[in-house]
C-alpha cells in the first residue's frame, strides 16, 4: 500500500470533520433492511457512530449533491464503461433547506486504479447562501466565489474545454460509524436516495424520484486494510460487492441518456 503515501493525498479533516482530501479503497454494497439491521447489529463491538452524528436522535446527517458532466454525459459512461482513471466533479452541502446556514464545497472525486481520490474546496464564506439559492449560471458564479487553487482551476478548464453543467442533485440520509481503535476503515450507511434533474443545489424537490427504494448502500472505506473481523461478516453474510453509482442511478431514473440495451 506505499502508493497511498506517494500521491500528495494525506486525510485532512474540514470544519464539518470529515475528511477534505483522501485517497483510499470504498466498497460498495446493496443491503435489503433485513440484511442491514443484522449486520448493524453485528458491528457494535468494534465500531461506534461518528461524533458528528453522535448526539443525533436518529445518528444521521444529510448529504445533498449538485453533479456536473458535459453534454455527452462523458462522466456518467466512463463509471458504466468501468475506466479505471475517471473523476467527476459536484458541489456538497449537509442540508436541503436552503435557507439553513450549511457550508457548501466544491468537490472533484474519481478512481485512480483501484483507489479512490476525492479533493474539496469550500465556496467562501460571504457567498456560501448566495451559491446554494443561485439561480441562472451557477458553474460560473462556482468559478467565481470556490477558494482558489487546483480544485477550482480544474473545474474552470472542463468548463471551458468540455462544456460541463450541472445535470443532477442526489440527496440521502447518512449514518457513519468509525472503529474504536482507529479512523483508518470507516462505515457509511445511505438510504432514502433521491435523485432530481435540477440546475442548482436545491431545486423544487416535489419532483424528486425515489432511488433504490427499499434499500441501503453500505460502503466501508479504508487506506492499508479490511479488519479480520469485518471480513468475517462478510464472510458470515455472504456479502459481494456491487459497482453502484448514485448519480448513474439518478441519470437512469430520469431516462437522461439513451438505453443501448
Same mark, same amino acid.
Given at each position: ?64 449533491? $449538485?453533479? #456536473? @458532466? %458535459?453534454?455527452? !454525459?462523458?462522466? =456518467?459512461? /466512463?463509471?458504466?464503461? +468501468? ?103 470507516? $462505515?457509511? #450507511? @445511505? %438510504?432514502?436516495? !433521491?435523485?432530481? =434533474?435540477? /440546475?442548482?443545489?436545491? +431545486? ?58
Amino acid at each position: 500500500m506505499s502508493a497511498v503515501f506517494k500521491t500528495g493525498i494525506e486525510p485532512r479533516l474540514d470544519e464539518t470533520g470529515l475528511q477534505r482530501d483522501f485517497l483510499r479503497f470504498e466498497f460498495k454494497y446493496i443491503l435489503d433492511l433485513a440484511l442491514r439491521d443484522k449486520i448493524e447489529s453485528s458491528i457494535v463491538n468494534f465500531m461506534r457512530p461518528d461524533p458528528i452524528v453522535a448526539s443525533k436522535p436518529d445518528q444521521k446527517y444529510v448529504v445533498r449533491s $449538485l453533479y #456536473f @458532466d %458535459d453534454p455527452y !454525459y462523458s462522466s =456518467y459512461y /466512463d463509471k458504466i464503461d +468501468g475506466l479505471i482513471h475517471r473523476a467527476k466533479f459536484r458541489l456538497r452541502t449537509y442540508t436541503n433547506n436552503p435557507a439553513e446556514d450549511c457550508s457548501t464545497y466544491l468537490e472533484i472525486k474519481g478512481r485512480q486504479g483501484q483507489m479512490v481520490f476525492k479533493k474539496r474546496v469550500p465556496m467562501l464564506p460571504e457567498t456560501d447562501q448566495f451559491i446554494r439559492q443561485a439561480d441562472g449560471d451557477i458553474t460560473q458564479k462556482i468559478i467565481d466565489y470556490a477558494e482558489p487553487g487546483y480544485v477550482r482551476d480544474r473545474f474552470r478548464f472542463d468548463y471551458l474545454r468540455k462544456s460541463i453543467k450541472p445535470v443532477m442533485v442526489i440527496d440521502y440520509q447518512r449514518r457513519p460509524y468509525h472503529t474504536r481503535y482507529s479512523q483508518d476503515f470507516r $462505515l457509511t #450507511f @445511505d %438510504d432514502s436516495l !433521491y435523485g432530481l =434533474y435540477a /440546475d442548482s443545489l436545491h +431545486g423544487n424537490d416535489s419532483k424528486k424520484r425515489s432511488l433504490l427504494r427499499g434499500y441501503t448502500v453500505m460502503e466501508i472505506k479504508f487506506r492499508a486494510h479490511i479488519p479480520a473481523w469485518f471480513h468475517s461478516i462478510i464472510k458470515s453474510y455472504q456479502l459481494q460487492r456491487v459497482s453502484v453509482s448514485k448519480v448513474c442511478a439518478g441519470i437512469n431514473a430520469w431516462n437522461l441518456v439513451p438505453r443501448l440495451d
